[in-house]
Nanobody, 126 residues
Framework: QVQLVESGGGLVQAGGSLRLSCAAS????????MGWFRQVPGKEREFVAG????????KYADSVKGRFTISKDNGKNTVFLQMNSLKPEDTAVYYC???????????????????WGQGTQVTVSS
C-alpha cells in the first residue's frame, strides 16, 4: 500500500521560503515519477511541479517557475519542494503524489497520479 507523508508546511511572510518534504513507502520509489499539487477551497487541485524517476526531468507550473524547485532523493525515498519568494497566492494545501505508471516522463494532471498524501497547509501572509 502506497503511503506518502508530507511535512514542512506552515505560515510564512511574503518573500520567505519553505521546504516541503514527502516521505514515501509501499512503492519502488526509484522507479516512479512524483509530483506536487496544491488546492484552495472551491477550486480544483492544480499541478505545481513534477519530476521523473531519475530526477533528470522536471516540470513546473508557469506560476511557480523560477521560484520553486522539485528534487528527488531515491536513496531516502523522499521528494522535496523548495519554495522561495513565496507570494500570498501560493497559499494552499500542498499534496505529494506518486505516478506509478510513469517513469521516464512527468505527469501534469491529477489523473496520472495514483497515490496521494494527506496534504500540508502552506499559508503566506502579505
Amino acid at each position: 500500500q502506497v503511503q506518502l507523508v508530507e511535512s514542512g508546511g506552515g505560515l510564512v511572510q511574503a518573500g520567505g521560503s519553505l521546504r516541503l518534504s514527502c516521505a514515501a513507502s509501499g512503492l519502488t520509489f526509484s522507479s516512479v515519477a512524483m509530483g506536487w499539487f496544491r488546492q484552495v477551497p472551491g477550486k480544483e487541485r492544480e499541478f505545481v511541479a513534477g519530476i521523473n524517476w531519475s530526477g533528470g526531468i522536471t516540470k513546473y507550473a508557469d506560476s511557480v517557475k523560477g521560484r520553486f524547485t522539485i528534487s528527488k532523493d531515491n536513496g531516502k525515498n523522499t521528494v522535496f519542494l523548495q519554495m522561495n519568494s513565496l507570494k500570498p497566492e501560493d497559499t494552499a494545501v500542498y499534496y505529494c503524489a506518486a505516478a506509478r505508471r510513469l517513469t521516464y516522463r512527468v505527469g501534469l494532471t491529477t489523473g496520472e497520479y495514483d497515490g496521494w498524501g494527506q496534504g500540508t497547509q502552506v499559508t503566506v501572509s502579505s
